[in-house]
T-cell receptor, first 114, second 111 residues
Framework: DVKVTQSSRYLVKRTGEKVFLECVQD?????MFWYRQDPGLGLRLIYF???????EKGDIPEGYSVSREKKERFSLILESASTNQTSMYLC?????????????FGSGTRLTVV | QQQVKQSPQSLIVQKGGISIINCAYE??????FPWYQQFPGKGPALLIA?????SEKKEGRFTISFNKSAKQFSLHIMDSQPGDSATYFC??????????FGTGTSLTVIP
């Protein structure tokens, strides 16, 4: 089974802190994604990466950046956390970009910014 | 702009009843329509999916109905069970180009 592992289940950070969310996948997938999930808004794409060191903005990239130095690892960075970034963050990976084939999610990181 | 509109936002169904969740889309380039199921504390997982050349797909108690002319598709859960209580997301994919999720439906099945 493909596993997508997010390093933290829950995080509490202070406003203005730099926050790192880590995601690791073990299936040699080319593509990795970061979503945020909010009630009534569903899943919104923040950033995605289709190769090492390659990244593309999703629908809501403002206030976020990403890093992909190794194929298996995709990090989401909040440069200066704000309360409106309190959310559930989901990482996913896939074999084919924008295809349902092998699209697997991690269990999520619930981030609270106080 | 929401590419995939999903309703209702929440749904309460008695055990044994039928749960129905609806989705609508505008972009006719979408060519694959999956449904995801998410239990508390877990990420979404693929439940069932359909292509637009088929009007219905059934897997166990779960059925997708697809109306291409109306650009609508729905998930039906027959004989709903408390273990089906979860959040359900529809999605629409334009293979190679786009992948959009609906806003989610929180389903509660009461014993």
């Amino acid at each position: 089974d493909v596993k997508v592992t997010q390093s933290s289940r829950y995080l509490v950070k202070r406003t203005g802190e730099k926050v790192f969310l880590e995601c690791v996948q073990d299936m040699d997938h080319e593509n990795m994604f970061w979503y945020r999930q909010d009630p009534g808004l569903g899943l919104r794409l923040i950033y995605f990466s289709y190769d090492v060191k390659m990244k593309e903005k999703g629908d809501i990239p403002e206030g976020y950046s990403v890093s992909r130095e190794k194929k298996e690892r995709f990090s989401l960075i909040l440069e200066s956390a704000s309360t409106n970034q309190t959310s559930m963050y989901l990482c996913a990976s896939s074999f084919v970009l924008w295809s349902n084939y092998g699209y697997t999610f991690g269990s999520g990181t619930r981030l609270t910014v106080v | 702009q929401q590419q995939v509109k999903q309703s209702p936002q929440s749904l309460i169904v008695q055990k044994g009843g039928i749960s129905i969740i609806n989705c609508a889309y505008e972009n006719t380039a979408f060519d694959y329509f999956p449904w995801y199921q998410q239990f508390p504390g877990k990420g979404p997982a693929l439940l069932i999916a359909i292509r637009p050349d088929v009007s219905e797909k059934k897997e166990g108690r779960f059925t997708i109905s697809f109306n291409k002319s109306a650009k609508q598709f729905s998930l039906h859960i027959m004989d709903s069970q408390p273990g089906d209580s979860a959040t359900y997301f529809c999605a629409a994919i334009n293979t190679g180009n786009q992948f959009y999720f609906g806003t989610g439906t929180s389903l509660t099945v009461i014993p």
